[in-house]
């Protein structure tokens, strides 16, 4: 808006210098009215920065702009002739006018633009001396565009303010579901873990697991409700790592998750990283894992994801369908995606159980596995059939993260 105010004035102010041109010989005092547009034409230069942003844009520039066309407003009969005003002739600085009352438009919005139109138009009325149609017409015209014109930027500017507030919730929403993962993988993980052990093994360790339970349930509800008002991040490989050993080391990996990842880590995350060891790692007697005979590069972020996605799948499978369930891991190298399914004996799933669960702040599926398939681009989609288990289809597109 602030470009088009500026060139406005430029292409305006050569407008009128070429209307006095073409009249010059007509005015009463040419001398004067040509004295009059020279310090138009050097006020026009000497305040296009003032023109050029809201900041530079002040209110005192705008009161001494406008000043200065409505005193070319009113100089007009004083250099040109009665009769030439009578007919119609346009006044000294012509339509550059309208570009001061524009710049109140884009800096203030309708409100001053309505008052600076009014200005102008008093002093039209009074340069012509009289009521006439043409005038009448034009005022009209300068008021009406002037208000429409600054309430379209207010609507514009509130737009924007909308707009930034919803990225910033999308932003915040992002991140709180990003921890949620993190804390999944981890903490409620552990905490779960402790409770279940405390219960099989009974006297004070069952008051400590009984303890776990209840601050599982109560860290569950945080980051499932709680907004997250700090934006700023830790260090993102070192949380996905975490996420994946705890994942490997739940369902049945031992140390050879750890192995797997440290290996990783010592390698570096500059290159392509080969998903089957992170895939391969959660073998075990209860875990059956195939994977191509060649290498599945994908960059090192989405190697850790789809890693500790599966990892929380399995460990679904550990913790609905118990110790005893044998999960099935197959990795497929496809030429547009990578695939991954990881699929039980158990039962299945009731409909409904995954909203409910949701509800309840368990986020297994919800965010350590579809969340951190959508921030890859990617998808994860569960297919159930009671009494014939469930399978967790993981599938990320190339443009995804996989490395080329």
Same mark, same amino acid.
């Given at each position: 808006m602030w470009r088009a105010v500026t060139a406005y004035r430029l292409v305006t102010l050569l407008y009128a210098t070429g209307q006095y041109a073409v009249a010059y010989n007509k005015f009463k005092h040419p001398l004067g009215a040509a004295a009059y547009l020279a310090f138009l034409a050097l006020w026009t230069l000497l305040t296009l920065g003032h023109v050029g942003s809201a900041e530079r844009c002040t209110k005192r520039f705008l009161a001494a702009d406008l000043t200065v066309a409505l005193a070319g407003i009113l100089l007009t009969p004083v250099v040109d002739t009665h009769q030439r005003i009578i007919e119609g002739a346009t006044t000294l600085p012509s339509i550059w006018t309208a570009g001061s009352v524009l710049a109140f438009a884009v800096k203030g919005g309708w409100r001053p633009a309505a008052v600076a139109s009014t200005l102008v138009g008093i002093a039209d009325l009074i340069e012509r001396g009289a009521f006439s149609r043409e005038t009448i017409h034009n005022v009209v015209l300068v008021w009406i565009a002037s208000i429409a014109i600054g309430y379209v930027v207010e609507v514009a500017r509130a737009s924007e303010r909308v707009l930034?507030? #919803?990225? =910033?919730?999308?932003?915040?929403?992002?991140?709180?579901?990003? $921890?949620?993962?993190?804390?999944?993988?981890? +903490?409620?993980?552990? $905490?779960?873990?402790? =409770? &279940?052990?405390?219960?099989?093994?009974?006297?004070?360790?069952?008051?400590?697991?009984?303890?776990?339970?209840?601050?599982?349930?109560?860290?569950?509800?945080?980051?499932?409700?709680? @907004?997250?008002?700090? %934006?700023?991040?830790?260090?993102?490989?070192?949380?996905?790592?975490?996420?994946?050993?705890?994942?490997? !080391?739940?369902?049945? *990996?031992? /140390?050879?998750?750890?192995?797997?990842?440290? #290996?990783?880590?010592?390698?570096?995350?500059?290159? @392509?990283?080969? $998903?089957?060891? !992170? !895939?391969?790692?959660?073998?075990?007697?209860? +875990?059956?894992?195939?994977? %191509?005979?060649?290498?599945?590069?994908?960059?090192?972020?989405?190697?850790?994801?789809?890693? *500790? #996605?599966?990892?929380?799948?399995?460990?679904?499978? /550990? &913790?609905?369908?118990?110790?005893?369930?044998?999960?099935?891991?197959?990795?497929?190298?496809?030429?547009?995606?990578?695939?991954?399914?990881?699929?039980?004996?158990?039962?299945?799933? @009731?409909?409904?159980?995954?909203?409910?669960?949701?509800?309840?702040?368990?986020?297994?599926?919800?965010?350590?596995?579809?969340? &951190? !398939?959508?921030?890859?681009?990617? /998808?994860?989609?569960?297919?159930?059939?009671?009494?014939?288990?469930?399978? +967790?289809?993981?599938?990320?597109?190339?443009?995804?993260? *996989? *490395?080329?």
């Open positions: 930034a507030r #919803a990225l =910033q919730i999308e932003a915040a929403t992002r991140e709180r579901e990003r $921890l949620a993962r993190d804390i999944h993988d981890s +903490v409620l993980q552990v $905490l779960a873990m402790v =409770q &279940r052990r405390g219960a099989e093994i009974g006297g004070e360790a069952e008051a400590l697991g009984r303890m776990a339970g209840e601050q599982e349930v109560a860290l569950r509800s945080l980051v499932s409700d709680s @907004p997250v008002p700090d %934006p700023r991040r830790p260090d993102e490989a070192a949380a996905v790592r975490r996420g994946r050993l705890l994942a490997g !080391l739940r369902s049945g *990996a031992g /140390t050879s998750a750890l192995e797997a990842a440290e #290996a990783e880590d010592s390698a570096g995350a500059s290159g @392509p990283a080969d $998903l089957r060891p !992170l !895939l391969t790692a959660y073998g075990s007697a209860q +875990v059956t894992v195939s994977a %191509p005979a060649t290498p599945v590069l994908v960059s090192p972020h989405a190697a850790g994801e789809i890693a *500790a #996605a599966v990892g929380a799948a399995l460990d679904n499978v /550990t &913790r609905h369908v118990g110790d005893a369930a044998h999960a099935w891991v197959l990795l497929e190298d496809d030429p547009d995606a990578i695939l991954v399914s990881v699929r039980d004996d158990g039962p299945g799933i @009731p409909d409904g159980r995954l909203a409910d669960a949701e509800r309840e702040g368990r986020l297994g599926v919800a965010q350590s596995i579809r969340g &951190r !398939l959508r921030d890859l681009g990617g /998808t994860a989609e569960l297919i159930s059939v009671p009494g014939q288990g469930a399978e +967790v289809e993981l599938r990320v597109p190339r443009d995804g993260g *996989a *490395a080329r």
